[in-house]
């Protein structure tokens, strides 16, 4: 996680990042629960929504690649 501090607003940010890009890899975008994220991300569901929407959509447009 790349030097930034745990309890941090950056650092929850990087750590539920990092555990969408595993869900999502695993079980694809329809197969990921905000709950499951949260969990592996240890984090409240609701910091899930916070930082990234209800549905994540934030969250997607993150992982996306630029468009071209």
Wanted: glycine residues 12%.
């Amino acid at each position: 996680m790349g030097g930034v501090k745990r309890g941090t607003a950056a650092g929850t940010r990087e750590r539920i990042l990092d555990a969408a890009t595993e869900h999502f890899r695993k079980q694809g975008l329809n197969g990921t629960s905000v709950r499951e994220i949260a969990a592996t991300a240890d984090a409240d569901p609701a910091l899930v929504i916070r930082h990234f929407g209800p549905l994540g959509d934030r969250l997607v447009e993150k992982m996306e690649p630029p468009p071209t």
